[in-house]
């Protein structure tokens, strides 16, 4: 019989929004909240990210979940959309918010020509 690690029993519960998905939802009237959800040294060593999206730290997501209550699509990214993503949206999920994680990361996101912005400092 083939055990699963938890990452992976995570990875399969948690919606995955595709790439292209992704961007056509950021293109939309009605375009969902973004979380930038690498850990921070990843985050500190790469300026771009999405636009429009908020980073906040992956470790402390049981302190900030509250205060996305209200909106109904949020969609968090990590670096290649693995662990780090789908712990987050996992979380966000058990806290009654509708989170996706975006599919292979930002580096998917990257490759595939997204819109991007530079953060200041």
Known sequence: ??????????????????VAEFMRELSSANPPAVIDVRRRPAFEADSLQVVG????????????????????????????????????????????IAARYLEGGLEAYKQAGGMLARRAG
């Open 53 to 96: 999206a908020v980073w906040l730290d992956p470790e402390q997501v049981t302190n900030w979940a509250p205060a996305l209550t209200q909106q109904q699509n949020v969609v968090v990214y990590c670096i290649k959309g693995h662990e780090v993503g789908v712990n987050c949206a996992s979380a966000l999920n058990e806290a009654g």
């Open 1 to 18: 019989m083939e055990h699963m690690n938890q990452t992976e029993q995570t990875e399969q519960t948690t919606q995955i929004v595709s």
